[in-house]
Structures are given as C-alpha cells and as structure tokens.
C-alpha cells in the first residue's frame, strides 16, 4: 500500500462527514480536531498504529456513524465516544487475530463481520439493532451476545450459533433473520417475545430438527423463507411454523432460482397449501425470483 499524508486542509473544523477509500497506508502523523464531524466511512486503509482509531473516534465530541470496512490493524482496534450512534465493522481478510475494543454506551446499531477477533466491549444499554458474524471461541460469542442481548432487531450468523453451546435470553427481541439449522432451535426457545423471523437458506448437512424447538410460538406473526427448494426437510419446517405458531398472520416462501420445472413448482406449491394451519387468519404467499 502507498502512504498517504493527508493534507491538514482534510481535517477543517468545518468538517462533517469524511470518507476515506484505499488501498492507501495512513500516515502516522496525522493529528485530529473534528468538532462538528458527524459521520466516517473508512475502507480499505491500513492504521498506522493501534492508537489510530481511539485518537480519531475520541476527537470527534458529535460523531454519530463509523464504518470501518476491510480496513487492516497489526493487533488492536479501540473505539471510543460518547454521541456514536452507528458502528459498522467488516472484514474477511485473513490477516493476524485482532482484537476489538468498544466503548460506545449510546450505540444503537452494531455490525460486527470478522474473520479472527477478540471483542472487548462495554455496556450497551441503548442497542436497538445487531448484525454479529465471527469465528472466535464460544466464550467470546456468548459474552458479545449478552452485552447485546437487549436488542429488538438480530441478525445472526451461522458461525456464531454453530460454536455457542448455549446462547442468553433476548427479552426484547422481536425480529430475527438467521438460517435453518440445527442450531436455529436455541434463538427460538431463547426469545419469547420474537414476532418476524427471516429464515435465509437452509443447512443441509445439519438440518433443523423439530423436535428440539419450541412447541409453542405464541407472538411469531411473520416467517419468510428464502432459497426454498421444496425438499422433505425443508417442508417439515413450513409444517412446524404453521403448527408452532398460533398468531401467524403471514408466511413468505420464495423458492431458489435454481427450481424452473413448472411440474415441480406446482406440485410443491400444492403441498405446501395442504399444510394444516393452527392460526386461522395465516396467509401462504409463493414466489420466485424469476416469476
């Protein structure tokens, strides 16, 4: 990567909203006073050093959303800030573990993709909303999925059900997007009040079993399913949701792409409209992408 000294002008305290896209190494002696900087989008940049983040998070007192994409850091990144709003943290490079300091008490919005990382981070009593993907130890996930457990909105990964052993109540959560699994049976039994469920695709080598999920869904009113194919597994799960869930007002199934028999798709849409309901006003909408 070629270092880049960003000139002093870049850094006015005028300044609002900056957006930094590389490849381009930081220089390490860049200074920061950004009173009135509200917004950050960092990608594809190297630190010059494990201080980078905290000094440059810390220097904005108004800083609100902060995306650090594919951005790489020898060991450690710190951030911290009283007015953050919105954190976004991708990256799928294979570089050294790094580890993740957070310490952003009024957060509402999290994303956390990573490839190896430890993640230290404090309350976050104000979080509305997480995204949470990484390969670390089940010890790491359960403690992140605590301090995040308060959320309403959840998007979670399979990598991080598929090494957690037990995972912490959600008692607010009332919308969840995962994927059918063997596993999708802990975040049902663990959030009582979930109303929407997206269900992305389906694990074929460790499929959803049933027999170990709720038997009652008594707030579930939505299911959608994605990249649905209309195997015998996959119908068993739309059979469990319409049995499980007695208030279902609404199920989406979309099939995969893949499925262009008109035959196949009839016969399987025939199927599914026999699946008996226990919710009386449950609507069954069909598509497909190509349709």
């Known amino acids: 990567m070629h270092v880049v000294y960003l000139p002093r002008f870049l850094f006015s305290d005028k300044l609002a909203v900056l957006k930094l896209q590389g490849p381009i190494s930081i220089s ?13 989008h960092l990608s594809v940049l190297k630190f010059p050093g494990d ?13 609100r959303e902060l995306h650090i994409i594919n951005c790489y850091v020898k060991a450690t990144i710190c951030v911290e800030s009283l007015s953050l709003k919105s954190l976004i943290r991708k990256t799928r490079t294979s570089q050294e573990k790094v580890s993740i300091a957070i310490k952003t008490p009024n ?5 956390l993709d990573e490839y190896r990382v430890s993640v230290d981070i404090g309350e976050m009593r104000s979080l509305n909303k997480a995204e949470v993907n990484f ?7 359960e403690e992140l999925l605590t301090k995040v457990s308060g959320v309403k909105y959840l998007h979670l990964r399979p990598e991080a059900l598929l090494i957690l052993k037990e995972l912490p109540v959600f008692p607010n959560l ?22 929407s469920l997206i269900i992305l695709y389906f694990n074929e080598d460790l499929p959803f079993d049933p027999k170990f999920a709720p038997e009652h869904l008594p707030c579930l009113e939505s299911v959608e ?7 015998p597994e996959e119908l068993d799960i739309v059979a469990y949701f319409l049995k499980a869930a007695t208030a279902l007002k609404k199920m989406k199934i979309i099939f995969d792409c893949c499925i262009s028999e008109v035959t196949t ?22 598509s497909k992408p190509d349709l």
């Open 28 to 40: 390490a002696s860049v200074s920061f006073h950004l009173p009135n900087l509200e917004t950050i």
């Open 51 to 63: 201080e980078f983040m905290k000094k440059l998070s810390s220097s904005c007192p108004v800083l």
């Open 107 to 111: 957060l509402t919005y999290l994303v």
């Open 135 to 141: 390969f670390v130890s089940d010890f790491q996930v």
């Open 174 to 195: 009332i919308w969840l997007k995962s994927y059918a699994g063997k596993k999708l049976s802990k975040p049902l039994h663990s959030a009582p009040k979930l109303k």
């Open 225 to 231: 399913i994605c990249s649905f194919c209309g195997n």
């Open 265 to 286: 798709l009839l016969s399987v849409f025939q199927e599914l409209l026999d699946i008996p309901r226990s919710s009386a006003v449950c609507q069954i909408k069909i």
